[in-house]
């Protein structure tokens, strides 16, 4: 961590005050002063941009791409690749500069934004105190708004036996400077399907994903989950669906630092009365906001939980509009780039509100489209609703399915291309409020469904939008077509 002296150590006010300096509060920073005349101040204990950058989104990536190009060429005749592990950790270290935020905090002091270190906390209306690294206090005082961008941390599962053999968790996994040999992973979610993907492709050879429910990805369409897994066990990883963990016993635990196998062999119990042994274990059962320790209760709002916000990322309940929520904090959508799009429409509605106007940009129309990419082998990504969401959420429902592997475009991607498109239609409005899309080379079609779920675009106008042959993006046509075969075929049944 750098030791920047970010600010005047003696300034104790700031228009803007941000709990939490990742990514999304550093956003929410930078929109709330570049063109207002406000000034802001990021308050971090840890690294200036936070879990995203140091600890998940960069990092994985880092592990993954090329995990993914060494697939391809096994996939394509007359190509090959070596995997240098070494290698891919080291410039995974690049990834994440190290661990070191100095060039973050240039950025911040360059945009206007400065820095405090040390962890903040709420004492009453636009009261902060911030708990230096060495103990110190200090008193700051927001004369507009404060913004809790704070994330969130892996939750560990009640499990007898679990916590207390120190096990691996998202920032262990994704920081790795030791492959074990055997893992098992506790999930079947995104990070769990990610984790298991590099684990496998970096070369542990007994990888074991214990989950609870019967599929994998369950906030995914079934078919997603199905093809990940197939991909897994292909690759020889060991699936215990519908199972839990009972037990977890541990050799001599010990705090040896992120990344670095915590003690002796693990042994772990699952429900049915199987046993499993590995040198680690990876806990990715979902996540846990970072609010129980923030001074919520001086303002009246509960702490642990999620912070319930309006479509200006204010706090419910809290009076006169100063209190913002943005990123994992407010539950909306766990993601990095939700956070931020989040944090742009907070920063723009304090500095509104501080010239007196009323805030015109909403965070509503964002949130019926979330965009998410799965960078496993395949990839999957999706934005809007499920088929089952939308029918829950009293939708009248039209839904169209294709493969990907009739696509000129995917059979020069793989050999054996295996992958799936669906687009979930409202059928009263004829336009597309969930799309997904599962195969190699499919994450950059997820921007599109985006654009034509906000811009609520009608099927008649999506057939202008001609793709490029041979790419991927034809998916977008022979959805179309087959939907067009499925409406005449009923109209002449009709």
């Not at 992973?185 to 007994?206: D, F, K, N, Y």
């Not at 919520?296 to 006169?320: I, K, M, N, T």
């Not at 050999?415 to 409005?429: I, M, P």
């Not at 811009?455 to 490029?468: D, F, K, M, T």
Request: proline letters at 5%; a negative charge.
């Amino acid at each position: 961590m750098s030791e920047t002296a970010a600010v005047d150590p003696d300034r104790d006010e700031w228009d803007v005050i941000v709990l939490g300096g990742a990514a999304a509060g550093e956003n929410a920073a930078l929109y709330a002063t570049q063109f207002s005349g406000l000034d802001a101040v990021l308050v971090e204990a840890g690294l200036l941009g936070g879990e995203c950058s140091y600890w998940a989104c960069m990092p994985s990536k880092g592990l993954l791409r090329p995990v993914e190009v060494a697939a391809s060429a096994r996939d394509l005749p007359g190509v090959s690749a070596r995997m240098d592990v070494a290698a891919v950790l080291a410039r995974r270290d690049t990834i994440v500069n190290h661990l070191d935020d100095a060039s973050q905090i240039k950025w911040a002091l360059g945009a206007g934004i400065d820095v405090v270190r040390g962890y903040g906390r709420l004492t009453g209306p636009r009261a902060v105190t911030v708990t230096r690294p060495d103990g110190s206090v200090r008193r700051l005082t927001a004369r507009e708004a404060v913004v809790v961008d704070t994330g969130s941390a892996p939750a560990v599962p009640p499990v007898p036996g679990l916590a207390e053999a120190l096990p691996w968790t998202s920032q262990d996994v994704t920081n790795l400077h030791e492959v074990p040999a055997r893992v098992v992973i506790l999930g079947g979610g995104v990070v769990a399907c990610e984790a298991a993907t590099w684990l496998r492709g970096l070369g542990v050879a007994e990888l074991t994903l214990v989950y609870r429910g019967e599929g994998l990805l369950p906030g995914q369409e079934p078919f997603a989950g199905e093809l990940v897994a197939e991909r897994l066990r292909r690759d020889g990883v060991r699936l215990c669906p519908g199972r839990t963990i009972a037990r977890v016993d541990r050799e001599n635990p010990r705090d040896t630092g992120k990344g670095w196998t915590h003690g002796g062999e693990v042994t772990v119990r699952l429900d049915d009365g199987t046993v499993v042994a590995a040198d680690e274990i990876v806990v990715a059962a979902g996540r846990v906001p970072n609010t129980g320790d923030l001074g919520l209760d001086s303002v009246g709002v509960p702490g642990g939980g999620f912070l319930e916000v309006d479509e200006f990322q204010a706090v419910r309940g809290v009076d006169g509009e100063w209190l913002y929520a943005i990123g994992d904090v407010c539950g909306r959508a766990l993601l990095t780039h939700m956070g931020k799009y989040q944090a742009r429409v907070a920063g723009e509605a304090i500095a509104a509100r501080a010239r007196g106007r009323k805030p015109e940009v909403s965070a509503e129309p964002g949130h019926r489209a979330v965009p998410q990419v799965t960078f496993t082998d395949p990839e999957v990504g999706s934005a809007g609703l499920t088929e089952r969401r939308a029918r829950a959420a009293g939708i009248e429902v039209e839904t169209v399915e294709y493969d990907l592997a009739g696509l000129a475009g995917t059979y020069v991607l793989r050999e054996d291309y295996r992958g799936r498109a669906k687009l979930v239609l409202d059928k009263e409005s004829d336009t597309i409020v969930g799309a997904t899309f599962v195969g190699a080379g499919i994450a950059e079609l997820v921007h599109s469904a985006t654009v034509a779920i906000v811009g609520r675009i009608p099927v008649a106008a999506l057939w202008h939008a001609v793709p490029s042959y041979p790419t991927v993006s034809e998916a977008w046509l022979r959805l179309l077509e087959t939907l067009n075969t499925a409406r005449h075929q009923r109209n002449q049944g009709a």
